[in-house]
């Protein structure tokens, strides 16, 4: 089946600092990426829809200059988590779009960030 | 507002009972429906997707139906095992184009030896 991998799988981070989380998937193109945050004990929530050669779509509440997210190939987007605050510790996953067969969202194994 | 609700929000039962999740969608205008199994501090493992066209699928001793016209999905769970324990979560897709997942509450299932 599709698979999907996340890069780191935990970080520990001062506040002030910026955070990088890769996504790749590793054996189909994605030209959509995915971006959640789950809070403990939540379900996940959407941050931001990532497409490959464009800007990325964001939803409501979500700050663009707080969480950048770059999309460069069809195999790989990045999240950074700019000037990390302890607010900003969580789960984050990401999911690929594989556009062939039944156009299923593959999800990662996730980032846990703490910020201190 | 598209949202999704699952019930029970936490479920225990004894080793090698039957047992049935809920999931309730209020836009009835979906692209399919997928059921998730998570474990504490994990990511998602896909379970079982149901195209918007289609009103159940199997896998093993998993059943998963669909019901657009009520909104309503269910995740049956036959014979369950110790090992079945994990968050269940079921999501929405709306849209083809954007492909969003609304996921919901998920439902903490823990299964007694």
């Known amino acids: 089946g599709a698979v999907v991998s996340q890069h780191p799988s935990w970080v520990i981070c001062k506040s002030g600092t910026s955070v990088k989380i890769e996504c790749r998937s590793l054996?189909?193109?994605?030209?959509?990426m995915f971006w959640y945050r789950q809070f403990p004990k939540q379900s996940l929530m959407l941050m931001a829809t990532s497409n490959e050669g464009s800007k990325a779509t964001y939803e409501q509440g979500v700050e663009k200059d707080k969480f950048l997210i770059n999309h460069a190939s069809l195999t790989l987007s990045t999240l950074t988590v700019t000037s990390a605050h302890p607010e900003d510790s969580s789960f984050y996953i990401c999911s690929a779009r594989d556009w062939a067969g039944r156009n299923e969202q593959f999800f990662g194994p996730g980032t846990r960030l703490t910020v201190l | 507002k598209q949202e999704v609700t699952q019930i029970p929000a936490a479920l225990s039962v004894p080793e090698g009972e039957n047992l049935v999740l809920n999931c309730s969608f209020t836009?009835?205008?979906?692209?399919?429906l997928q059921w998730f199994r998570q474990d504490p501090g994990k990511g998602l493992t896909s379970l079982l997707l149901i195209q918007s066209s289609q009103r159940e699928q199997t896998s093993g001793r998993l059943n998963a139906s669909l019901d657009k016209s009520s909104g309503r999905s269910t995740l049956y769970i036959a014979a369950s095992q110790p090992g079945d324990s994990a968050t269940y979560l079921c999501?929405?897709?709306?849209?083809?184009?954007?492909?969003?997942?609304?996921f919901g509450t998920g439902t903490l299932l823990a299964v007694q030896p």
């Open positions: 836009d009835s205008a979906i692209y399919n």
């Open positions: 999501a929405a897709v709306y849209g083809g184009a954007t492909n969003k997942l609304i």
């Open positions: 054996d189909f193109q994605a030209t959509t």
